[in-house]
């Protein structure tokens, strides 16, 4: 088979069938062009992985690319890199996978299907254990909190959570399964800003009828043990960004009196995961939600809209294959600070850090394992 039949631009991929794959493994005959570029530009979900070191990302791509099935996966990762959208959408569409999304995102869907593909016909895994499993939790519970705001920023004014929404994603299935939500009756600014009114959506009777913060997050944890959350099925919670556990829920516990809930230390920053796995940068959720090919659902800045539009991401990052791990944890103490003089919200969660508590941290991770759902 010659190189030109296999990867012809445009028209090759597509017709690669499982026999010509096999036949392409045992004859080794694709030789890469310009590997180490395209080996660098192709980085595995292990190696990527938010927060690796880099002695961890070093040691995982010795061991990644010792086959040489990698070399002819890198080869074709980068005829991919040179399709335009509409090619990547023939090819698609030839596999019968989906064409929703951007550019960046159809490339990582077709690169994933050969990658996959080429493993499981070469008879080999991938060679990281962290690359083993990609859905490691039975649920996911997705937050984004609204707080108190003025138009302009006050250092003296203390934000306090006002909408408190949860969207339960079970991972096995890639489906919604229930929402939770409640206002919350602010104590240090009882009257909401006009702009805070306008942002959020969120009147002064929302907040004036709702219980304390303390009553809706004993609401929230009664909801998560009625769904045997950390008991039969283990979770774990995913964001928008830094800021909902690491400043509002933080700063939250600490204006009631009340300890950070355990189960909260460690999260998801979807934002991280999204910008690592389709090689994009950090973007904001509404960009996020356009290149994954839909249009936000909702009012922006509504808790419970924002965190169904962020459950929509991840069923697409599932879809494609995605491994969504904690990637984030809280910074406990005196926060270290940026540059400007802010601290930083949260901490990197490593993989070395990740491996050390996956299945055990046990407020996340049932101590039996967890049954099909």
């Given at each position: 088979?010659?190189e030109?039949?296999?990867?012809?631009?445009g028209?090759i991929?597509?017709?690669?069938?499982i026999?010509?794959?096999?036949?392409?493994?045992r004859?080794?005959?694709?030789?890469?062009?310009n590997?180490?570029?395209?080996?660098?530009?192709?980085?595995?979900?292990?190696?990527?992985?938010d927060?690796?070191?880099?002695?961890?990302?070093?040691?995982?791509?010795?061991?990644?690319?010792?086959?040489?099935v990698?070399?002819?996966?890198?080869?074709?990762?980068?005829?991919?890199?040179?399709?335009?959208?509409?090619?990547?959408?023939?090819n698609?569409?030839?596999?019968?996978?989906d064409?929703?999304?951007?550019?960046?995102?159809?490339?990582?869907?077709l690169?994933?299907?050969?990658?996959?593909?080429?493993?499981?016909?070469?008879?080999?895994?991938?060679?990281?254990?962290?690359?083993?499993?990609?859905?490691?939790?039975?649920?996911?519970?997705?937050?984004?909190?609204?707080?108190?705001?003025?138009?302009?920023?006050?250092?003296?004014f203390?934000?306090?959570?006002?909408?408190?929404?949860?969207?339960?994603?079970?991972?096995?299935?890639g489906?919604?399964?229930?929402?939770f939500?409640?206002?919350c009756?602010?104590?240090?600014?009882?009257?909401?800003?006009?702009?805070?009114?306008?942002?959020?959506?969120?009147?002064q009777?929302d907040?004036?009828?709702?219980?304390?913060?303390?009553?809706?997050?004993?609401?929230?944890?009664?909801?998560?043990q009625?769904?045997?959350?950390?008991?039969?099925?283990s979770?774990?919670?995913?964001?928008?960004?830094?800021?909902?556990?690491?400043?509002?829920?933080?700063?939250?516990?600490?204006?009631?009196?009340?300890?950070?809930p355990?189960?909260?230390?460690?999260?998801?920053?979807?934002?991280k995961?999204?910008?690592?796995?389709?090689?994009?940068?950090?973007l904001?959720?509404?960009?996020?939600i356009?290149?994954?090919?839909?249009?936000?659902?909702?009012?922006?800045h509504?808790?419970?809209?924002d965190?169904?539009?962020?459950?929509?991401?991840?069923?697409?990052?599932?879809k494609d294959?995605?491994?969504?791990?904690?990637?984030?944890?809280?910074?406990?103490?005196?926060?270290?600070?940026?540059?400007?003089?802010n601290?930083?919200?949260?901490?990197?969660?490593?993989?070395t850090?990740?491996?050390?508590?996956?299945?055990?941290f046990?407020?996340?991770?049932?101590?039996?394992k967890?049954?099909?759902?």
């Amino acid at each position: 088979m010659g190189e030109e039949n296999l990867c012809g631009k445009g028209q090759i991929i597509d017709s690669i069938s499982i026999d010509e794959i096999k036949e392409m493994i045992r004859t080794d005959t694709i030789e890469p062009q310009n590997e180490n570029k395209t080996v660098e530009e192709e980085k595995t979900d292990s190696e990527v992985a938010d927060g690796a070191t880099d002695e961890e990302t070093k040691e995982l791509k010795e061991r990644e690319y010792s086959h040489p099935v990698y070399k002819q996966i890198a080869f074709l990762n980068g005829k991919i890199n040179s399709y335009s959208k509409a090619e990547l959408i023939k090819n698609l569409k030839m596999l019968k996978l989906d064409t929703d999304g951007s550019r960046s995102v159809l490339a990582k869907r077709l690169k994933t299907f050969y990658k996959k593909t080429m493993l499981n016909v070469s008879g080999i895994q991938e060679q990281t254990g962290s690359s083993k499993i990609r859905i490691l939790f039975d649920f996911y519970v997705i937050i984004d909190y609204e707080a108190t705001c003025e138009l302009l920023r006050n250092s003296d004014f203390k934000q306090e959570i006002i909408e408190f929404p949860a969207v339960l994603l079970n991972c096995q299935k890639g489906e919604v399964q229930d929402e939770f939500r409640s206002y919350c009756r602010p104590v240090l600014n009882p009257l909401l800003t006009e702009f805070c009114t306008e942002l959020t959506g969120i009147t002064q009777n929302d907040v004036d009828t709702a219980p304390l913060f303390t009553e809706v997050l004993t609401s929230f944890e009664e909801w998560l043990q009625k769904k045997k959350l950390g008991t039969k099925y283990s979770f774990a919670i995913v964001t928008d960004g830094p800021w909902d556990m690491g400043h509002f829920l933080k700063s939250q516990c600490a204006l009631s009196n009340i300890e950070f809930p355990t189960y909260c230390k460690y999260w998801i920053n979807i934002r991280k995961t999204f910008s690592n796995f389709y090689n994009t940068g950090k973007l904001p959720l509404s960009t996020m939600i356009q290149l994954i090919g839909r249009e936000f659902q909702g009012r922006a800045h509504s808790g419970l809209d924002d965190a169904r539009n962020i459950a929509f991401i991840v069923q697409r990052l599932l879809k494609d294959g995605a491994r969504i791990i904690f990637n984030e944890k809280l910074v406990e103490g005196n926060a270290r600070r940026r540059d400007d003089g802010n601290p930083f919200f949260s901490a990197p969660v490593h993989n070395t850090e990740f491996k050390a508590i996956q299945g055990k941290f046990r407020p996340n991770f049932p101590q039996r394992k967890s049954s099909k759902v």
